[in-house]
């Protein structure tokens, strides 16, 4: 029984290190190194239990993935529909402040 409990927190722990890997690496590409860590690193409790929730939602089932997947496309068929400029100029804020509160943290 003991192996099976260092077992799993081996994997969950590993897979919380290779996720938070891969989103400073995909943060990378268009931020970078250091403001792609403060963004993961600012991210608050509650942005990570709703993204953790809708990414459990999409990949258990079909129904799931087609209601994530519609969300995703009205979200940017609305920030189309508002216009670039407003849209990147909010979107830079949140991301603004999300890695100010990542420098705080950190």
Not at 47 to 68: C, D, E, F, H, K
């Amino acid at each position: 029984m003991t192996n099976l409990i260092i077992a799993d927190l081996a994997l969950r722990g590993g897979g919380q290190l290779l996720r938070r890997a891969v989103e400073r690496t995909l943060l990378g590409v268009t931020y970078s190194r250091a403001d792609a860590k403060n963004l993961v690193k600012g991210r608050t409790m509650a942005q990570s239990l709703i993204g953790t929730a809708i990414a459990r939602i999409a990949t258990r089932s079909v129904p799931g993935a087609i209601v994530v997947g519609g969300g995703l496309l009205a979200k940017t068929l609305y920030d189309r529909r508002r216009g670039k400029g407003a849209a990147r100029a909010d979107g830079a804020k949140a991301v603004a402040k999300q890695a100010e509160k990542g420098r705080e943290d950190g």
